[in-house]
């Protein structure tokens, strides 16, 4: 696409909005820059260097045990040691990925284990998975981020919940962030100039979108010797809840809470928490569902459960999280975040938010649930579109 003309019209939004409520992985765009609405789950874990091999043995762990649940086969694999992604089955990939991590070590470089459903990584997928090991521990997180099905999910919601518990328990990650978001778990670190104007469109219609970029937020400055932090980055605070969100011992000490604060402040049948004792420390972290994935479209009201769980994070909430992938220049003809529509952003569920404008915003009926998609068992549509 070009960058210096609008990238969707006002009936090409309105088409992808419909298509996206009536099932997300709606897919829209280019060939091989298709983008839709996914459902995902990121992990942010803190470590330090020693763990560097025992994280890479995880993270392929976590990969094999995936790859024998997806429905839809990967076409894309990333090898590490040439930085390059080839066809699935391809001779030139390897098949010992524990000696990959070694050989990773022994150059001192990050591990990456990649791969996506897709044909282009640079589209939403499917299924699509991207785990860094960072070498750089005293600045980076470890990151592993996953795109799930949700036709998929919907008829295996207890193998998927088995799943997000195992891998919570292994990698013990000090952040943790699950619901849907535009898809672009394959781009990694380059980031997509379409996936961003994507999201701003559709934060202005879907209350429960979230956006999570690891290679651009995953920072954190438990070191630092000066104490400095940067406000625009995860390690300054945690992100706007959607659906499922971790509080691991450092957020909760920030908060102040207990454990019966915590049950206090979340009192509604309809949220799920999951004490998760970590083997690390001996602490425990709390992983939390706010009732079903949704993305609550906003004419149906501000949803409760966001609401809830926003005003228990207030206090150590990212207001000034860079939402970008790709840095914004003047004259940019298609809608992007910025530093005035961020924050708004990240506080849509506050009391006295008008987001997105005030005419649109409405409570939901205090009685109302929040009911996920039920019974979608269609195949996910793909469509291509043409640019003049």
Request: aromatic share 12%; with cysteine; charged share 30%.
């Amino acid at each position: 696409m070009s960058t210096s003309e609008t990238y969707l019209s006002d009936e090409e939004i309105a088409e992808f909005i419909r298509e996206t409520k009536a099932e997300p992985q709606y897919f829209y765009g280019d060939e091989g820059h298709e983008y839709g609405v996914c459902p995902f789950i990121t992990f942010y874990v803190y470590h330090d260097d020693a763990q560097f091999l025992s994280l890479c043995d995880k993270m392929i762990d976590i990969h094999r045990r995936l790859e024998r649940m997806i429905d839809s086969p990967y076409r894309k694999v990333w090898k590490d040691a040439t930085e390059t992604w080839f066809e699935a089955g391809d001779k030139r990939l390897p098949t010992d990925l524990r000696a990959e991590a070694r050989k990773a070590l022994d150059r001192g470089k990050e591990f990456w284990v990649r791969a996506t459903d897709m044909d282009s990584p640079l589209a939403s997928a499917r299924w699509a998975i991207d785990a860094q090991v960072t070498n750089c521990s005293a600045m980076d997180y470890t990151t592993l981020k996953i795109t799930f099905r949700h036709s998929w999910y919907v008829e295996h919601r207890r193998e998927w919940r088995e799943f997000v518990l195992a891998c919570l328990h292994l990698l013990e990650p000090e952040q943790c962030y699950s619901g849907f978001e535009i898809g672009n778990t394959a781009t990694g670190v380059m980031g997509a100039y379409e996936s961003d104007v994507m999201e701003r469109i559709c934060a202005d219609h879907f209350y429960g979108l979230d956006i999570d970029h690891p290679g651009d937020m995953g920072f954190q400055y438990h070191r630092n010797e000066k104490g400095w932090v940067n406000p625009a980055r995860l390690g300054a605070g945690l992100r706007t809840p959607t659906w499922g969100f971790l509080l691991s011992p450092h957020w909760f000490d920030k908060l102040g809470l207990d454990e019966l604060r915590l049950y206090e402040g979340l009192n509604d049948a309809r949220i799920r928490i999951e004490a998760l004792p970590r083997g690390s420390d001996g602490r425990t972290s709390y992983w939390i569902e706010l009732g079903d994935l949704s993305l609550y479209p906003v004419e149906d009201g501000v949803p409760e459960l966001p609401v809830i769980a926003n005003r228990l994070i207030r206090p150590v909430r990212c207001d000034d999280l860079n939402l970008l992938s790709l840095d914004p220049w003047d004259d940019d003809p298609n809608p992007r975040f910025d530093f005035q529509s961020g924050p708004r952003w990240m506080g849509r569920f506050d009391e006295g938010s008008d987001w997105p404008t005030p005419e649109r915003r409405a409570p939901r009926p205090p009685s109302a649930s929040a009911p996920g998609k039920k019974g979608a068992t269609s195949m996910n549509q793909q469509k291509s579109k043409a640019w003049k």
